[in-house]
T-cell receptor, first 111, second 111 residues
Framework: RKEVEQDPGPFNVPEGATVAFNCTYSNSASQSFFWYRQDCRKEPKLLMSVYSSGNEDGRFTAQLNRASQYISLLIRDSKLSDSATYLCVPDGSGNTGKLIFGQGTTLQVKP | EPEVTQTPSHQVTQMGQEVILRCVPISNHLYFYWYRQILGQKVEFLVSFYNNEISEKSEIFDDQFSVERPDGSNFTLKIRSTKLEDSAMYFC?????????FGSGTRLTVV
């Protein structure tokens, strides 16, 4: 089983749509979880941390289900600028801060 | 906003040559990392560095790779004898604990 599995997409949605990305991870010892976004040939940028209770940041909502080892990201009212690859990133457990990146899900928001 | 600076942005080198990729992490950060991303593939962990020593390294980080923090501000990745398959984007990152900041990367092309 892959360490992090994401549907690669692409997800093609119109502006204003709501879109959800799912992710599963294999390391049950992972403690911290993040969503990063990556634009083409750029560095990953932290979008949000994911907390056990679920958390929201503006149009973005993240959920974590530790029992199922499942993480989700919901984007409401999609903007053209949301077009990017979204990376599901659990930590590698241990105390070194290592992160395990998924392949990413590509989102294309169209006018 | 503080940022992680990487130089050069693009380096072309001949197979078998040594390269040094340079990074200036955010000044009060304690944890330092190198990741790489081969074109079209996922971001892969190479090494983490804390308290002036390597805290974890991946299988990719073999004897051809080394890291150094020579002067308290720079953080370098050296590849002793480059191979064609070392061609990738190399990202440096730093953190206080969680939630990295990545540099904009060095694109290494081995010819």
């Amino acid at each position: 089983r892959k360490e992090v599995e994401q549907d690669p997409g692409p997800f093609n949605v119109p502006e204003g749509a709501t879109v959800a990305f799912n992710c599963t991870y294999s390391n049950s010892a992972s403690q911290s979880f993040f969503w990063y976004r990556q634009d083409c040939r750029k560095e990953p940028k932290l979008l949000m941390s994911v907390y056990s209770s679920g958390n929201e940041d503006g149009r973005f909502t993240a959920q974590l289900n530790r029992a199922s080892q499942y993480i989700s990201l919901l984007i409401r009212d999609s903007k053209l600028s949301d077009s990017a690859t979204y990376l599901c990133v659990p930590d590698g457990s241990g105390n070194t801060g290592k992160l395990i990146f998924g392949q990413g899900t590509t989102l294309q928001v169209k006018p | 906003e503080p940022e992680v600076t990487q130089t050069p942005s693009h380096q072309v080198t001949q197979m078998g040559q040594e390269v040094i990729l340079r990074c200036v992490p955010i000044s009060n950060h304690l944890y330092f990392y190198w990741y790489r991303q081969i074109l079209g593939q996922k971001v892969e962990f190479l090494v983490s560095f804390y308290n002036n020593e390597i805290s974890e390294k991946s299988e990719i980080f073999d004897d051809q790779f080394s890291v150094e923090r020579p002067d308290g501000s720079n953080f370098t990745l050296k590849i002793r004898s480059t191979k064609l398959e070392d061609s990738a984007m190399y990202f440096c990152a730093s953190s206080l604990k969680y939630g990295y900041t990545f540099g904009s990367g060095t694109r290494l092309t081995v010819v």
